[in-house]
């Protein structure tokens, strides 16, 4: 966030902020879960997921025919929203129904950083989501 501040990226009105409060609230909704014992995390999982592609539903409404979520430029929102889904899309990888955040999806992963870290066998991408006391790592 404070890269996107200064650089000029960040969200420019009062719903990219709403949005990077709703893709927190995305990731604690894991995070609750993902802490548990394994039998719990395992017991919990089909509910969290059902939970979590409603919240992502309702980025892809919000995202509707917009290039990002700010409109035609690109926000620190932008990539907040990104990582929280990406993280899903590890537990569960046909999270994301809707074709439209399937390409906004793709269309991060497509800048040049942003590609290099995802193709490049020595970025930190094969590492652990979570803590090593996690039940989903």
Sequence with gaps: A??????????RDAQCDMLDHVAIDLTMLGVRLFYQPK?????????LVISAGA??????????SK????????????????????KYTVLEPTIIEDENLKN?????????????Y???PNSTRSWILNNKMAAFK
Excluded: W
């Design 2 to 11: 404070v890269v996107s501040t200064q650089s000029g990226h960040y969200g």
């Design 39 to 47: 039998d719990k995390f395992e017991a919990g999982k089909a509910g």
């Design 118 to 120: 995802f193709t490049d």
């Design 67 to 86: 290039k990002y979520f700010a409109g035609d430029y690109i926000t620190g929102t932008d990539f907040l929203v990104f990582e929280t889904i990406d």
């Design 55 to 64: 919240m992502i539903k309702q980025f892809a409404t919000f995202l509707g």
């Design 104 to 116: 906004f999806m793709q269309r991060i992963r497509d800048l040049p950083t942003m590609n290099k």
